[in-house]
C-alpha cells in the first residue's frame, strides 16, 4: 500500500475540476470526467476510480501512482513528479506565517486520529488500561536532560504503543486543564516510510503532514520561535521498526530523521519521542552511538552501554497487575497466595490481552493455573501464524527453521547463516513473522567477531511445532509410539516436558486421553506426574469452551484413562490441586474413584477447617452404595466422618481408632487395592489427633512402610516423606 501526501492530492483534484469545468463535482459527472481523462491522456481510468477519488465511494487505499500520473497529465503536467516539483516551487504569499494555535490544531487532528486507531486495536476496552510507571518515568528523565531525542525500546508485546497513548491521553488533558500551549503530534512509522519513498525527506515530511503548503513555511514557523516558544512540540513516531520495509529504505529514513534532530535540537522546545523493538536498534542503533555529538542529542537510558541488551520497558510488574486487575473489577477481595508463582505468564502486557480474551468474564487473578501459558500460547499462534491467507507458508517456513534449531533453558534460537537458503526462499513471509513477533533477530558480539541468530519468541512456541511435527508424522496419532519418540528424543527434559504437555493438550482436542495409559513406560515423567494431573485437569474447560461437542467424547474416555488413578496416587496438598480434583468429578468415574475423590477433597478441607466443606463430601459419600467402600483397607467414610466430628467438637469417635486396630491385627486383608497413599495419611492423622498407645502408633508405621506404598517409587513426595520419617521417629 502506499500513501501519498494529502495537501498535493488535494491540490491535484482541485485543478482536475478546474480543467474539466465543473464546479461542485456530483457522481454523475465520475462518468463524464472518465472518459475526458481517458480521451485526452490515451490512459483509461474506471468512473469507480473517480469516485474513490472524489469520496462517492469508500477506498481503503491512496490513489496508485498510475491514476496520479494520468490526472496530471490530464492538467498538462508531464506526471506527478513534475506536479509536486511545480507546486514546490510556487511562491508563496508575503508575509503568510502560520500561527503556532493553527499547527496546534492540525497536530491534534492527526494526533487523535493515530490514538483512536490504536484504542480500537487494544486488545482490552482501552477504559481498563492503566498508567505504565516506566513509560511516564523515562519520558520525565528525557524532558529532564538536554536530549532532544528520547528511545523507548521493547520487544513485541510489551505495550508500548497503549503505554504512550496513554501517556498521551495525560498530557492531553494537562493541556486542557492546567491551559498549557503544548504540540503533540503522533503519528506510526508507516506515514514518514511511505513519504521517504517518494522522495520526502524528513522535514519535508513534517510540513506536508502538518499543512504546510511548502517546506520553507516550515521552517519559517521555526524561526519564528527560535527564542522561546509558548510551549514544547513532541514529535512521537511509534512503532518504528525495520521489518516494515526493506533495510535500505529503512537505513536512508533512519539517517533522515537522525538529521532532523540535529536540527531541530537548536530549538529546545522540540522534542522526538520514538518507539521501536531491541532487534531495530541492535542493527542501526550504531548511527546514533558512534557518533559523540550525535548520541548526546538522544535519551535511551539502557542499562547496559551494549545494544544487545537494548531495552528500557519491561512487563508489567506484580503492583501493575494487581491495578489492571483491580480495574476490570474482578479482583476478589483476598487473592490466593498460591496464583503469584503464575504471575510470570501474564506479566506481558499482549499475554494479558490475551489472557483477558480467553477468560470471558472470568478474570480474578484466583482463576490463573498452569493451562493459561499454553492457552496463552495457543491463542497467539492462531493469530500470528495458524490462521490467514500465508498460514500455510508461515508454517512450512517454522517447520524448516525448527529442524536447525538449538535450545537451552530459556532460549530456542538459529544461527543465520544456517537459515540464509530457507528465508531467501520467501523472505516476505520470514519478515511478516519478524513484524509478528514469531521471530526475532539477535547480534551478540564475541570477542571481534558478531554473531546473527534468529531466536523464537520463546521456547514454548519452538516445542509447539516440534510437537506438531512429530504428530504429523505419526497421521495423528498420540499413542505409544509417540510417547516412545519422545522417550529417546535427544532434547532436554525440560524441554521434553514442554513437548508432553502440548501432546496433552492436542489429545484433549481430540477428546482421548489415553495418552496417559502409557506414562508409565517413561522415566523422566514419573516426578511429574502431579504437576501434569494439575495441567491436565486446568486445561479441560478451554476444548470444550472451544468445543461443546467435546464434552460428550471426553466424558467416556476419561474415566478409561488413567488420568484420575494417576491423580489419586500423585496427590499434592496444594491448593490448585484441589481445584483439579473437584473438575475431575464433573466425569464418569468408577464408585471407587468417586469416594477417593471426595475422601480427597474432605482432606483438603479438614487442613483449612472448612466443615461445611468436610460435610458435603461426608454427604456424598453416604450417597454411595456402601458395598463399594469393602475393598478399602481403613474405611473412607469413617475417616471423613471422624474430620468432620473433630471440626465440630474437637475430639474423635472410639471407633476410627478401632478401625486402625484392625488393620494392625490383619494387614494383609485387601492388600490389593491400588489406592493407599491417602488412606495411610489419613489414617496416620487421626493416630496423631488422637493420643492412643504409642505401640499402637509404632506398629502402624512399620506395617503401612511394609504393605503400603512403594517408597522406592518416585511418589509425590508429601507421601514419600511422611512415612518413613515418622517410622524413624517412633523407632
Known amino acids: 500500500m502506499k500513501i501519498f501526501l494529502q495537501p498535493h492530492i488535494q491540490e491535484l483534484k482541485k485543478k482536475v475540476l478546474e480543467i474539466a469545468q465543473i464546479n461542485n463535482i456530483i457522481p454523475a459527472d465520475c462518468y463524464r470526467l472518465a472518459m475526458d481523462i481517458s480521451t485526452k491522456t490515451h490512459k483509461t481510468i474506471s468512473q469507480t476510480t473517480i469516485k474513490r477519488i472524489y469520496g462517492f465511494a469508500q477506498s481503503p487505499y491512496a490513489p496508485s501512482t498510475f491514476t496520479l500520473n494520468a490526472l496530471s497529465q490530464y492538467c498538462g503536467y508531464d506526471g506527478w513528479t513534475d506536479f509536486i516539483e511545480q507546486m514546490e516551487a510556487l511562491p508563496g504569499e508575503a508575509g503568510e506565517l502560520i500561527t503556532w494555535n493553527e499547527i496546534s490544531q492540525a497536530a491534534h487532528n492527526i494526533t487523535q486520529f493515530t490514538m483512536q486507531t490504536n484504542k480500537h486495536k487494544c486488545g482490552i476496552p482501552y477504559t481498563l488500561t492503566i498508567e505504565r510507571q516506566s513509560i511516564t518515568q523515562h519520558i520525565q528523565r528525557f524532558l529532564d536532560s538536554n536530549a532532544a531525542g528520547c528511545i523507548i525500546s521493547a520487544p513485541t508485546g510489551t ?40 522522495g520526502f525527506h524528513s522535514n519535508k515530511w513534517l510540513a506536508h503532514l502538518l499543512n504546510f503548503p511548502q517546506q520553507r513555511y516550515f521552517e519559517d514557523f521555526i524561526l519564528k520561535y527560535e527564542k522561546s516558544a509558548p510551549g514544547n512540540f513532541y514529535i512521537i513516531i511509534d512503532d518504528f521498526n525495520d521489518n516494515l520495509i ?43 552511538e558512534n557518533h559523540t555529538a550525535i548520541n548526546r542529542l538522544w535519551f535511551t537510558n539502557f542499562s547496559c552501554s551494549k545494544r544487545t541488551n537494548a531495552v528500557n520497558l519491561h512487563p508489567f510488574t506484580s503492583e501493575e497487575l494487581y491495578a489492571l486487575i483491580g480495574k476490570i473489577g474482578n479482583s476478589p477481595s483476598t487473592v490466593r497466595d498460591y496464583v503469584h508463582k503464575y504471575f510470570p505468564v501474564v506479566s506481558l502486557p499482549l499475554h494479558f490481552q490475551y489472557y483477558y480474551q480467553l477468560k470471558s468474564n472470568d478474570r480474578g487473578l484466583e482463576t490463573l493455573d498452569p493451562a493459561d501459558e499454553f492457552a496463552i500460547a495457543s491463542l497467539y499462534l492462531h493469530k500470528k501464524v495458524l490462521k490467514g491467507a ?69 521456547p514454548l512456541i519452538a516445542a509447539y511445532f516440534i510437537a506438531q511435527h512429530a504428530l504429523e508424522k505419526r497421521n495423528g496419532q498420540i499413542d505409544k509410539g509417540l510417547l516412545a519418540w519422545l522417550k529417546t528424543s535427544p532434547y532436554s527434559k525440560s524441554l521434553k516436558l514442554m513437548l508432553l504437555k502440548w501432546l496433552i493438550i492436542y489429545a484433549l482436542e481430540f477428546g482421548d486421553l489415553v495418552i496417559f495409559n502409557h506414562f508409565k513406560n517413561i522415566d523422566f ?82 487442613l483449612s477447617l472448612r466443615d461445611e466443606e468436610i460435610q458435603k463430601h461426608r454427604e456424598a459419600l453416604l450417597a454411595i452404595p456402601q458395598e463399594h467402600f469393602a475393598d478399602f483397607t481403613l474405611n473412607p467414610l469413617l475417616v471423613v466422618e471422624n474430620m468432620h466430628h473433630y471440626c465440630q467438637h474437637k475430639a474423635l469417635k472410639e471407633e476410627a481408632i478401632e478401625e486402625i486396630r484392625l488393620f494392625c491385627d490383619y494387614p494383609q486383608r485387601k492388600r490389593h487395592r491400588a489406592h493407599k497413599q491417602l488412606i495411610y495419611m489419613l489414617g496416620y492423622i487421626l493416630l496423631k489427633i488422637k493420643p492412643s498407645d504409642d505401640a499402637i502408633t509404632s506398629k502402624y508405621l512399620q506395617l503401612v512402610n511394609q504393605y503400603g506404598p512403594n517408597l522406592k517409587r518416585k511418589i509425590t513426595k508429601d507421601f514419600k516423606a511422611c512415612i518413613p520419617l515418622k517410622l524413624v521417629e517412633s523407632t
Not at 504512550?164 to 486543564?177: E, K, M, V
Not at 519521542?273 to 531491541?278: A, E, F, N, S, V
Not at 537458503?421 to 547480534?443: C, D, M, P, R, T
Open 390 to 458: 500465508l498460514a500455510a507458508d508461515k508454517q512450512f517456513m517454522l517447520s524448516r527453521l525448527i529442524e536447525i534449531t538449538t535450545f537451552s533453558d530459556e532460549h530456542a534460537f538459529v544461527n543465520k547463516k544456517e537459515a540464509y537458503a530457507i528465508i531467501k526462499e520467501n523472505n516476505s513471509i520470514y519478515n511478516q513473522l519478524l513484524h509478528a513477533g514469531v521471530l526475532y533477530e539477535y547480534q551478540e558480539k564475541k570477542g571481534i567477531r558478531t554473531v546473527y541468530q534468529i531466536k523464537f519468541r520463546s
Open 246 to 288: 526493506n533495510d535500505r529504505l529503512f537505513d536512508i529514513v533512519f539517517r533522515q530523521l537522525i538529521d532532523m534532530t540535529v536540527y531541530l535540537s537548536n530549538y529546545p522546545w522540540m522534542k522526538i519521542i520514538i518507539t521501536l523493538r531491541p532487534s531495530t536498534w541492535q542493527k542501526h542503533g550504531h548511527l546514533i
Open 525 to 606: 515423567i514419573e516426578r511429574h506426574l502431579a504437576s501434569l494431573v494439575l495441567f491436565t485437569c486446568s486445561n479441560l474447560d478451554y476444548p470444550i469452551r472451544a468445543n461443546a461437542a467435546i464434552s460428550s467424547t471426553l466424558n467416556p474416555t476419561l474415566a478409561k484413562s488413567a488420568l484420575i488413578d494417576i491423580a489419586l496416587d500423585h496427590l499434592l496438598v496444594e491448593a490448585e490441586y484441589e481445584l483439579a480434583l473437584n473438575k475431575l468429578l464433573r466425569y464418569s468415574v468408577s464408585p471407587q474413584q468417586k469416594i477417593l475423590l471426595h475422601t480427597s477433597l474432605a482432606f483438603f478441607a479438614f
Open 159 to 198: 505495550g508500548k504503543t497503549i503505554g504512550i497513548t496513554q501517556w498521551l491521553d495525560r498530557q492531553l488533558l494537562a493541556n486542557h486543564i492546567e491551559q498549557n500551549n503544548n504540540i503533540f503530534l503522533h503519528v506510526n512509522s508507516p506515514s514518514l516510510f511511505f513519504a521517504a519513498e517518494f
